[in-house]
């Protein structure tokens, strides 16, 4: 019964003192929600992006394929030789996971014009698969009547591959996010029996590489040392008044 009266006489202020506790706990429990989230939006972006490198060579190899077999008919149509059959006429088949590959990386792009340039390579893929696989537009009987239509298509695969190119950088951003440990990979070329010797340019280029990491790093370090020296030797205005002060006395 007291504590019932007890409750009952102060329930109020308890109400507020779990309140104020609850409070921060709550907004805690937000803000550690958050941060999780956005790391997995961070991962999920890295993910997508890390096979940037491997599906541009899968784009610049299919837009090759397009054009090799665009030319193969070219050829034959400008050699304009009756006698000779139409060599065959073989497109590659639509690159589908490549194609999903990009969208995944359009919505992870970091900046929007890396998402431009991969919304224009699917977009020009699809149009140029499209032209490609209509079999029937280039049998022996019609093909000589669209050679325009043969040149827009080796340019269009041009300009694929060209963009695929533009990217390459980007690619190599990624890859370069995680610094090499040059140490180790010199132990992992002697475990390849990679070893000088044999492969004594191999060995000569990492420790070129090691070196300008070196450098890098050397000036990072200076860099950020003008930068301490500049900040803690700047004077406060108080004692630049106070110098001016002691000056004109």
Partial sequence: MDLLRFLDDHGNALAAIAALIGIPILILQITQS?????????????????????????????????????????????RDDPLNAMPPYEPPPSPDHLIAAIERMIEAAPHEPTARTLAAIVAQVQVLWSRTAAIEQFAPTRIRNQIGMIDDNLLMAASIHAHADSLYDEARSFADNAPDDFDRMRSVLNIMELR?????????????????????????????????????????PTDDSASAEVDSQ
């Avoid at 191999?202 to 420790?207: D, E, F, P």
């Avoid at 300008?212 to 700047?234: I, Q």
Wanted: hydrophobic share 40%; aromatic share 10%.
């Fill in 34 to 78: 958050g941060r999780q989230e956005k790391r997995r939006i961070k991962a999920r972006r890295l993910a997508a992006m890390s096979t940037l490198p491997m599906t541009l060579s899968g784009i610049n190899a299919w837009a090759t394929a397009a054009a090799r077999s665009q030319a193969r008919v070219y050829r034959w149509v400008k």
């Fill in 196 to 236: 000088t010797g044999n492969f004594d340019d191999a060995h000569a280029l990492l420790g070129r590489r090691a070196e300008r990491a070196r450098m890098a790093r050397r000036r990072g370090y200076e860099k950020a040392w003008d930068w301490l020296k500049a900040r803690w030797g700047r004077s406060s």
